[in-house]
């Protein structure tokens, strides 16, 4: 098999949120996305992950790969896309994600920061403001979820370790 001419990435500063903007009944995986960025003279998908509209994770070009997703940060970034978001037309309308999704998309954003710690989770409308991707304000969505990672962390750990809490008063 000839892979596709992939160049490695040297930093990764950014994960980088995408929508489809296709409208909700419509699902696309990652062979048709392919094909139709290809036709375009990508040498690949352009993104790194697609969450379809069940939140199966289809896998686009390698992490380590640059990708084609957001032209000011290509070089520095992973690009994520989740299936939905838009309308007839392409055109944003609203962040009519289904559950599964969302937790594709923070398993898939927890995994990302442990490997780059250094990284910020952005939507692509840090980058666009006119294109309203990915429908949602992604670092608020990203606070909300590190916040209940937090408190479910303390949880398990309350009942686990009953001694925790007082460990923790004592730093
Ligand atoms: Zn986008």
Excluded at 22 to 50: A, N, P, W
Excluded at 121 to 145: A, L, M, Q, Y
């Amino acid at each position: 098999m000839n892979f596709p001419k992939w160049i490695k990435r040297d930093e990764t500063n950014f994960i980088v949120v995408h929508s489809s903007l296709t409208k909700g009944s419509d699902d696309e995986g990652v062979e048709s996305m392919r094909s139709l960025h290809m036709r375009q003279g990508c040498v690949d998908v352009g993104y790194h992950f697609i969450i379809r509209r069940n939140g199966v994770t289809d896998l686009g070009r390698p992490i380590h790969a640059i990708g084609n997703h957001c032209p000011q940060v290509d070089e520095q970034s992973v690009g994520i896309c989740l299936i939905g978001g838009g309308d007839k037309n392409r055109k944003a309308k609203a962040p009519d994600y289904n559950i599964p999704q969302m937790e594709s998309l923070a398993y898939i954003c927890l995994s990302l920061v442990r490997i780059y710690p250094e990284a910020e989770i952005v939507g692509h409308n840090r980058f666009s403001p006119e294109s309203k991707c990915p429908v949602f304000n992604i670092p608020d969505w990203w606070s909300e979820v590190s916040y209940e990672l937090k408190q479910l962390h303390k949880t398990i750990h309350a009942d686990q370790f009953p001694l925790f809490d007082e460990l923790q008063k004592e730093d």
